[in-house]
Each structure stands twice: as structure tokens, then as C-alpha cells.
């Protein structure tokens, strides 16, 4: 799921959730069954007679308990008792509850999914008040079990957890580092930061091979085309994320690196034959699954080869039960993509969806639009045996061995003390910064144009495309950017011309280059003819210097050809960026290589730079 916030509340403020029970009253809550569990780091790992524990678990429960174990839901709020009022608002508009401990009470939910939209994750303390309240609102419940708490922490583009927590450059950056120690350290730190949060479970890493180019979901979180590299990636952030026991994620089941079309507003299709489809996308999935990946995230896309039914991924029972579990042998939680999103609606309504998705083999429904019309229509193919309880029950059972594997059945709280001690530690954020160096690539350097030095360029203007930042990051790129090059010994000045400068716009980045020593031009997924491109071309008829610096996605140089420096940082983040500004200025010698292929804008038949390119000083 992409990130669709703006920011982050960065403010403060009590949840009313910091009582907490001992661990005697978490373990009568679970009626003592898993006192005696040993607790593996993975799923995987459950032994024959933990699961005759987790059916006791299981026989126990209501056919209503049941159906709720199987939902992962938004929530509204930043606490679980006394969100704000317009958070209540929401709540009682979208589902019907006033309060996260209102919806646990209502729906038994298994899983609860924060958002930096839904006010879930102001601040580090405030999150783990959050999650604090949501399990002791879980156990309170009769038979209470502990909530799987996620969130999507990719890292890059994709963040809901922002500053003070530590943020790591994104996949692609990643897979331009090359390096499967860097992946490792990004999971087991992030890992670390998120449990102190009491957040368990992590939809991170993606596992789509991005071979398109116009690809307008993956792109960047991707760590790139080469399915061998990031099969080697993804296993090395899910062993990264298991040694500091939180549930990692592979997404997006079978493979959403191949298309033109975004399953949140459309409904895609993956034309590769069966034999591509094993080559390419198959791979990194094979591997996070001999990783011993605790989850696996569907795609709410068409792939005819697998399927000819016209069915979404997710609602496929040859892909998910057939292939998935059959082929693959994978038996860990498989998890719907978001049931909100359009890919996954197209077809069928919002009762028959979460249905279907069982039938199919899913185990977790995550975010349906309506809950109380996808948890009735549960309960209601139940009752009328169009599913049996014992396939809930199948369910059921992974999603517990998941929540003991975690330790989650033995005490799912955090002490709010690791806080202090893990989140945005001085070694957290200088690692990140350190992996960060190893991931810009310079794809151009005619005439020896970089580095730049403040001692013969002493005035730098920068200026370019200013997404809106990740969660959390201080951002705009381009203020960062000009911070961070000052902080370097020049003086540089920021202006920010957008995505599509005006004609006016441009004039005044020209007029601004007359009293530059040179240019940096900040570009974001420049298309042919478009007003970026308008723009490089205007600056560079000044005569200044001048550097692109494509803050996504590297495919930018194929249409800006008459550059004599360009870079690619794969993400706009704060880290990204300043280790970009570092390479700028010569402090780090520029390391990254392509991880994916740039074609001609021309001809996109030819490779105009291919997988492993990268220049250095």
C-alpha cells in the first residue's frame, strides 16, 4: 500500500493508556495455555504441541470470535480510550465505533493496522500508549487474545512511522547499495524501533520485481529487475526483522513489478507467460519463504497465466491455495492487500469479497472499506455453509502460531523505557546515514563536472520538484538539500519549482542561476516534452554548471540528454537527500549502481545504461 499521507502531527499529548496489567493478568487472559510455550522468532517454528495448545485456544472461542481474529482494521485516533473528537467522528462514520477499544469490544479483531492519517503515530511515546491500550482492550475481553499491531514501514517513499524513528533510504536505494548486510541492518534496526513502539507486525519488504518503467505503484519500492538481487534482499530485511521479532511481509503475491496501472484505483493485468512468471516473479517469494517469512501479502491484480478466471490474485484459489501453499509449500499467514482498494472491488461487492478471499486461502482480510458488512457476510457463509468453521479455524491457527511465534501469547506490551534507549538513537540514524552513502549513483559525469568544490563554486542554486515528503521527514527535497550543501561549506539557496514549472516559474530559476557558480535540479519522473524537461533546458542554455539529481526514479536521465551530470537517490527522504548532497560535494565518493535498467527515450528497445551501471571519483 503506497503511502497517501502528507506529514505527520509531530505534537504530543496524553492517551489515557498507560495502565497496564501484570503478567500474571496477561496470562490468565489466555487462560494460561501458553505458560508453557517456547517461543520461536517465526511462525514457522511452532512445534506439534504448541498447536495442540492453540486449538484449545481455538475450541474455546466463539463462531463471532472467530470471524473477528480474521479482520486487520484502521482505527482513527491517536489513543485507544480518548482519540480526539473529530477522530470519533470519523470513527462512528466509517465503522460505527467511537474508539479503537470500542471496535476491539464490537468486532474482536485480530489485527489493527495504524496509518499517519488516521493520527495513529504522532510520536514514538504516543504509539506505544496506542498499542498499549489496544492489547489490554483485547485481553480485557472474555477469551481475550493479544492484536497483531501493523504498519506499512517500508522505508523510502512508503513510511508511517516518522522522525524521531529512525528512516532508511528506500528499496531501490537499497538495491542500489547492492548490499545484503545493509538490507539486514535496515530490517533489524527498523524491526527494533517499531516492537519498542509496539508495533509487531511490519507489511515490509516488497517482493516485486519492477521491470516497467511506467510502473505508477511499485517503481522505487521495489528493489529492482534483477529477480536473483532481490530475492537476495528480500531474505536478508525478513531475517533482519525476525531477529528483532517483528512479522515481516513479502508483497505483492504473485508479482505486481509489471504494470501500467495502480490496483488502488484500477484493476491490472500481468500478461507474463507461466515460464516468465517463474524466471521473474517467483523468485524473491521462494526465497523470503525458505527465509521463513511470517506473512505474505496478496495483489489485487489479474494474472491470466496462473489464473484465467478474471479474478483478482487475491480471490484466486489456484494462485493462493494452488500455487502459493501447493507449489511454493508455503503455510505461514497470507494477508489481502488492502480490501479497499479498487483492484479488488471491480468484480464483486463488498460482502462477497472477504468471503471469496477466504475461499481462495487468505488467512488475514485487511481494511475492508465497510466492517460490518464484511465481518457479517463472514459470519453469515458460516452459518449458511457456504464456509465451514474448521476452515476458519485453519486460519485461525496460523494467525496464532504468528502471535506466539512473536511472543505476543506470553506479553504482547511493551516496556516504554526501550523507547528512550532504541527509537532514533545517534548509532540508529548514523547507520542509516552510512547506507545511505553506499546507495547514490552517479549515472553521468561528462567533464568531470562533479564533484563540486565550495572553494571554486561557492554559490549553489537549487531547485527543482518538491514532492510532498514521506511521513515524518522534514523535507521539502530541495530545502534539504540547499541545507545540507550550506552545512557542506557553500552557500546555497532553495527554490522550489514544482513537478510542472510555469512558463514564469522557469523565467525566475533562470534570472536566480545569473548569480549561481551552479545548478542543481532536483527531478521527479520527468516525461518527455514535460515542463521539467523544459526547465533543465532553459538552465542549461545559462552556461552554469548544472547536476540532476532524479529524487525517484532513475529513469529521468533517458530524457535528459544533453546533461553532463546526473544522480539518482531513488527516494526524496531526508536521509536520501543528504547523502546526495554529500556525494555532490566530494565528502563520499559516489558507490550505488543501477538496479534496474534505464532504455533510450527514443527507442525503448535499447539500453541507454544497464543493470550495474554506475560511475565514481
Not at 50 to 75: N, P, W, Y
Not at 360 to 386: F, I, R, S, T
Request: charged share 20%; with cysteine.
Amino acid at each position: 500500500m503506497p503511502d497517501t499521507s502528507t506529514g505527520s502531527d509531530t505534537s504530543t499529548g496524553s492517551t489515557g493508556n498507560t495502565a497496564r496489567p501484570s503478567r500474571r493478568a496477561v496470562l490468565a487472559a489466555t487462560a494460561g495455555l501458553t505458560a508453557a510455550l517456547t517461543v520461536p522468532t517465526t511462525a514457522r517454528a511452532a512445534a506439534a504441541g504448541e498447536d495442540r495448545r492453540l486449538r484449545a485456544l481455538i475450541s474455546r472461542m466463539t463462531l463471532q470470535e472467530k470471524v473477528g481474529q480474521l479482520f486487520v482494521m484502521r482505527v482513527y485516533g491517536h489513543s485507544a480510550t480518548a482519540p480526539d473528537q473529530a477522530d470519533i467522528d470519523a470513527n462512528l462514520k466509517e465503522i460505527g465505533v467511537r474508539t479503537a477499544a470500542e471496535l476491539i469490544a464490537r468486532y474482536r479483531v485480530g489485527g489493527i493496522i495504524y496509518f499517519t492519517w488516521a493520527h495513529n503515530t504522532r510520536d514514538p511515546h504516543q504509539i506505544a500508549d496506542l498499542s498499549a491500550g489496544i492489547q489490554q482492550a483485547s485481553l480485557d475481553q472474555p477469551r481475550g487474545l493479544p492484536v497483531l499491531i501493523a504498519t506499512d514501514q517500508e522505508h523510502g517513499a512508503v513510511c508511517r512511522v516518522g522522525k524521531p524513528a529512525t528512516l532508511f533510504p528506500g528499496a531501490m536505494a537499497i538495491g542500489a547499495g547492492g548490499s545484503r548486510a545493509d538490507a539486514h541492518t535496515l530490517g533489524r534496526i527498523s524491526g527494533a524501533e517499531l516492537r519498542a513502539m509496539g508495533i509487531n507486525q511490519d507489511y515490509s519488504p516488497d517482493a516485486d520485481v519492477n521491470v516497467n518503467p511506467a510502473n505508477p505503484v511499485i517503481g522505487v519500492r521495489s528493489f529492482g529487475a534483477d529477480p536473483d538481487a532481490v530475492a537476495a534482499l528480500v531474505a536478508a530485511e525478513v531475517r533482519g526483522y525476525q531477529k528483532s521479532r517483528v512479522a515481516a511481509t513479502a508483497k505483492h503475491f504473485p508479482g505486481h513489478g509489471d504494470t501500467a496501472v495502480d490496483s488502488h484505483t484500477g484493476f491490472p493485468v500481468i500478461t507474463h507467460s507461466r515460464d516468465l512468471w517463474e524466471k521473474l516473479d517467483a523468485v524473491p517469494f521462494r526465497e523470503a519463504i525458505a527465509a521463513g517469512i511470517d506473512s505474505i501479502m496478496t495483489a489485487h491484480i489479474q494474472f491470466p497465466a496462473l489464473d484465467d478466471s478474471g479474478d483478482p490474485a487475491t480471490l484466486s484459489h489456484p494462485i493462493l491455495t494452488g500455487i502459493l501453499r501447493g507449489e511454493l509449500g508455503y503455510d505461514g499467514v497470507v494477508i489481502t492487500d488492502s480490501l479497499g482498494m479498487e483492484g479488488v472491488r471491480t468484480k464483486y461487492g463488498d460482502d462477497r469479497v472477504p468471503v471469496l478471499a477466504l475461499k481462495a486461502g487468505v488467512d488475514q482480510l485487511l481494511n475492508p472499506p465497510y466492517l460490518d458488512v464484511a465481518w457479517n457476510a463472514v459470519l453469515k457463509a458460516v452459518q449458511e455453509g457456504e464456509l465451514t468453521e474448521s476452515r476458519l479455524d485453519e486460519s485461525i491457527l496460523r494467525i496464532l502460531r504468528l502471535k506466539a511465534g512473536l511472543g505476543l501469547l506470553d506479553d504482547p506490551y511493551t516496556d516504554r523505557n526501550r523507547i528512550e534507549r532504541t527509537v532514533g538513537t545517534k548509532a540508529h540514524l548514523a547507520a542509516a546515514d552510512r547506507i545511505a552513502e553506499r546507495t547514490t549513483t552517479l549515472l553521468v559525469n561528462e567533464d568531470h563536472t562533479l564533484p563540486f568544490d565550495p572553494r571554486t563554486e561557492p554559490r549553489l542554486l537549487v531547485v527543482g520538484a518538491d514532492p510532498a515528503s514521506p511521513s515524518g521527514t522534514t523535507g521539502p527535497p530541495t530545502a534539504v538539500l540547499a541545507a545540507a550543501l550550506t552545512e557542506l561549506g557553500f552557500t546555497a539557496t532553495a527554490l522550489s519549482t514544482g513537478t510542472s514549472p510555469s512558463a514564469a516559474t522557469i523565467a525566475k530559476a533562470v534570472t536566480a542561476a545569473q548569480d549561481a557558480d551552479a545548478v542543481i535540479v532536483a527531478t521527479y519522473n520527468v516525461t518527455a516534452g514535460s515542463a521539467q524537461q523544459t526547465l533543465v533546458d532553459h538552465l542549461l542554455d545559462t552556461g552554469s554548471p548544472l547536476v540532476v539529481l532524479a529524487v525517484r526514479n532513475p529513469y529521468d536521465v533517458a530524457q535528459l540528454p544533453a546533461v553532463k551530470a546526473c544522480l539518482a537517490s531513488y527516494g526524496w527522504t531526508d536521509v536520501e537527500v543528504r547523502a546526495a548532497a554529500r556525494v555532490i560535494a566530494g565528502r563520499v565518493a559516489p558507490r550505488g549502481r543501477l538496479p534496474v535498467p534505464v532504455q533510450r527515450a527514443d527507442d525503448p528497445t535499447q539500453v541507454l545504461y544497464p543493470i550495474g551501471h554506475g560511475l565514481t571519483y
